[in-house]
């Protein structure tokens, strides 16, 4: 019952929106067709490492779509690492809910040591999911220029770097005798 409990949080805290950053709405739709609306937690992006980005999408489908155990959902939430250039994708959380926001199946988080091992995605083109990758690969691009957020670690290693010290070429000692 805790662990359900604490799955119904986990989830509503990835839909919740949170309050609005730099005076845009922090979800922006990003992509539409008569199939699926994907819109984007622009609020939530973090740069993971160098070129990656971590994202926040939810994909609203018209039509109930059907998982390999026979449940439906329409609504899918999902935790990616994106890198632009070119588009590729590590899907490393999603959760997915039927209609009212009701919770169908949280697949929890990838842990960190298997996310190293996981292959990049190339979304196909001309599919909705390459659509909206390449819509929020502008965005981040666009942010990565204003004000890029850092992760901890990583500031904490540039300020530990230090310049190194120019060697001076090594001379062959002679004796006089």
Avoid at 81 to 88: A, D, E, G, I, L
Avoid at 117 to 124: A, G, I, L, S, T
Avoid at 125 to 132: D, E, H, K, Q, S
Wanted: charged residues 25%.
């Amino acid at each position: 019952m805790i662990r359900f409990v604490s799955r119904v949080i986990l989830s509503a805290a990835l839909i919740a929106v949170p309050v609005a950053a730099h005076g845009q709405a922090p979800w922006r739709q990003v992509y539409k067709d008569g199939d699926v609306a994907v819109i984007f937690d622009t609020a939530s992006i973090a740069l993971q490492s160098p070129g990656t980005w971590t994202t926040v999408t939810s994909w609203d489908y018209t039509k109930p779509r059907i998982l390999e155990n026979k449940k439906q959902y329409t609504r899918l939430v999902e935790r990616a690492y994106v890198r632009c250039s070119p588009v590729r994708v590590k899907r490393v959380r999603s959760t997915v809910y039927a209609g009212n926001n009701i919770l169908v199946r949280d697949e929890g988080e990838v842990d960190p040591r298997d996310q190293a091992h996981m292959v990049w995605d190339r979304p196909k083109p001309g599919t909705a999911g390459r659509n909206a990758f390449e819509s929020m690969c502008g965005i981040l691009t666009r942010k990565a220029g204003i004000n890029a957020i850092t992760p901890a670690s990583a500031k904490a290693a540039e300020a530990a770097v230090k310049p190194t010290p120019k060697k001076t070429p090594a001379r062959k000692k002679t004796t006089k005798g």
